[in-house]
Each structure stands twice: as C-alpha cells, then as structure tokens.
C-alpha cells in the first residue's frame, strides 16, 4: 500500500491503508505553512505523502512531510510538528520511512535501522529492540485489529516480522521469503490473520521482475508469481487487502487485476486461492500461474 515515492531512496508507503488523499495532503501542507513555531529548512520542497489515523479515533492523524511528521487530535483544526530527527531518520538524504498507527496509540515507522516507535503528538520515540540494526523495508497494521502488526526486514534472506501488540514487542514469523527475493511493501489480510502478500523484485534468468509472494500460513511457507508489467523502475507495490476477502486485492491503479490459479511445484500442497490483484498495465486482465517456491 505505498506509492511509487516522488524522491525516496528507499521506497515510500502505500495510500490504500494510509488513506492519503490529494486534498488532505492540501490541507496539511496549508496546515504546516500555518505552524506557530520556526522551523528550519531542509532543502526539500514542502509536501504530504501520506496520511494514517488512529484505529480508535479517526480525529487523530499523523502526516509523514517532506521535513518530518505533523500530527492532529482534533481532526486537522490544529496540527504539531515532529521533526525527521526525533523519529530517527534525516528527510535531506531523500528517506521516506513508511509510517503506521497501530493500537494505544503508537506510531511507527520503518527505518534504515530499525522500528521507531512513538506517540502522536510526541517528540520521545524509543526503538523496537528486537529489529535494532536491521533495515525494514515496510509495515502494515491489519485492519480492525491495530495490535496486529507486520513487518518485512532486509537481510541475507528477507523475512517477516510480526508484533501482537501494537508494535512494542516483534518475533521473526515463519521462514525467510525465497533466496534472491528483495521485499517492497507488506500486508496482511483483515479477514484472515495468516494470510500474508508481500511484494517485491526477483531476478530470474538475468532478469528482474515483479513478484508477488503470498503465504497461507503466517509466513510458514510462500508462494510466488510474477506481475505483468513491472519493472526496476515500475516496481509492484499491494494497494490493500478486501477486508472480507483474503484472495482479493485491491489493484493500485485503475484497470486490470491478476488471477491467480495456484499450482504447486513443491512436494506440499499449495494454498488455495481465487482472484489476487496486483499492478497490472492499464486496462485488462493478465493470467498469470504462479509457482510455490519451497522456504
């Protein structure tokens, strides 16, 4: 659920769980332009590139901006700024950290070392002791149980993380994602707890290709297929998970979707699926067959 990022290094978050609309980025960004208190510049153009709400309470709401974090308790009539440093990274060197909000009101963000984990409205942000050091490409806090957290982290081999309780403790879950596999972004089916897509990049003959992989069982085991139409430059990124479907997801872009019909290559049975959407090219459907590739 990212957007492909306007200037990131890393790659940015995805508006489907964010909700980040075009005319609330406005009006943050007018927001900010009204902030009582000086703040300096960091040589970046001022912009909102995404935008999450409390579970609890949709009137709080934090802004990721291209100087830092701005959160509101009042539904946007008044906003506080958090700048890039007390959440732990450096907005000049064109980081984008994925942000979520999760249950008890906690904050998170995916950083090049780790999870920051803080408060709306609050400059105190501590570190996820479990992910310290480790790069985290991208969170996702499940919807309708904001205690439900995952995470996917870089390493030799990347892998799933999760929390149950809002971020402020992590285990690895399951198996690493299948050798040579570099993450994008994460999520986690609101109708089912262990169904689980994540997408990324994967070099097969040479190439590199868009892949969609996705798990039944919590990461135990993954299966993966290509999606049409990506790129290193057109990387595929998950919009969102229909809250009453685990096999559908909600395409980024308009048009197309992918179905997918699962074929087991592995000595195991597949997991069963129906339609699963992906960023297709404009327009149309693609037929892709998926492999289930042994973790």
Same mark, same amino acid.
């Given at each position: 659920?990212?957007?492909?990022?306007? %200037?990131?290094? %890393?790659?940015? #978050?995805?508006?489907?769980r964010a909700v980040a609309l075009?005319?609330?980025?406005?009006?943050?960004a007018?927001a900010a332009?009204?902030?009582p208190?000086?703040?300096a510049?960091?040589?970046v153009f001022?912009?909102?590139?995404?935008i999450v709400f409390d579970p609890?309470?949709p009137a709080?709401?934090v802004?990721r901006?291209? /100087?830092g974090l701005?959160?509101?308790?009042d539904?946007?009539a008044?906003? %506080?700024?958090?700048?890039?440093g007390? =959440?732990g /990274? !450096?907005? *000049?060197?064109g980081?984008?950290?994925?942000?979520?909000?999760a249950? $008890?009101?906690?904050v998170?963000?995916a950083l090049a070392?780790g999870?920051? =984990?803080g408060?709306e409205g609050?400059?105190?942000w501590?570190?996820?002791?479990?992910l310290?050091?480790?790069?985290?490409i991208?969170l996702s806090?499940r919807q309708?149980?904001? #205690?439900?957290?995952?995470?996917v982290?870089a390493? *030799?081999?990347?892998r799933l993380?999760a929390s149950r !309780?809002?971020?402020?403790?992590w285990?690895g879950?399951?198996?690493p994602?299948p050798?040579?596999?570099v993450a994008?972004?994460?999520?986690?089916?609101?109708?089912d707890?262990?169904?689980? /897509?994540v997408s990324?990049?994967?070099?097969?003959?040479g190439?590199i290709k868009?892949v969609l992989?996705?798990s039944?069982? +919590?990461g135990?085991?993954?299966?993966t297929?290509e999606?049409?139409g990506?790129t290193t430059?057109r990387e595929? /990124?998950?919009a969102?998970v229909?809250?009453?479907d685990? !096999?559908v997801?909600?395409p980024?872009?308009?048009? +197309?979707h992918?179905?997918?019909?699962?074929?087991? *290559?592995? #000595?195991?049975?597949?997991?069963? +699926?129906?339609?699963?959407?992906a960023p297709p090219?404009?327009?149309?459907r693609?037929?892709p067959?998926?492999?289930?590739?042994? $973790?």
């Amino acid at each position: 659920m990212r957007p492909p990022p306007p %200037r990131a290094v %890393r790659p940015g #978050s995805r508006p489907a769980r964010a909700v980040a609309l075009a005319a609330a980025a406005r009006a943050v960004a007018l927001a900010a332009m009204a902030l009582p208190s000086p703040a300096a510049a960091n040589g970046v153009f001022p912009s909102a590139d995404q935008i999450v709400f409390d579970p609890a309470d949709p009137a709080r709401a934090v802004a990721r901006m291209t /100087y830092g974090l701005l959160t509101t308790r009042d539904g946007g009539a008044s906003w %506080r700024w958090i700048c890039e440093g007390a =959440v732990g /990274y !450096d907005d *000049t060197a064109g980081q984008s950290p994925p942000i979520a909000a999760a249950a $008890s009101g906690r904050v998170l963000a995916a950083l090049a070392d780790g999870i920051a =984990v803080g408060a709306e409205g609050g400059c105190a942000w501590a570190r996820a002791a479990e992910l310290a050091g480790r790069e985290v490409i991208d969170l996702s806090v499940r919807q309708g149980a904001p #205690s439900h957290v995952v995470a996917v982290a870089a390493g *030799t081999r990347h892998r799933l993380w999760a929390s149950r !309780d809002g971020g402020a403790s992590w285990t690895g879950a399951g198996a690493p994602l299948p050798a040579g596999f570099v993450a994008r972004t994460v999520d986690v089916a609101p109708s089912d707890p262990r169904r689980v /897509y994540v997408s990324g990049l994967a070099s097969e003959g040479g190439a590199i290709k868009g892949v969609l992989a996705r798990s039944a069982d +919590g990461g135990e085991t993954w299966q993966t297929a290509e999606v049409p139409g990506s790129t290193t430059s057109r990387e595929p /990124y998950i919009a969102g998970v229909d809250p009453l479907d685990a !096999d559908v997801l909600a395409p980024p872009r308009e048009g +197309g979707h992918v179905d997918l019909e699962p074929k087991s *290559t592995a #000595s195991r049975a597949a997991p069963t +699926g129906r339609d699963v959407a992906a960023p297709p090219p404009r327009g149309g459907r693609v037929d892709p067959e998926p492999q289930s590739t042994p $973790s």
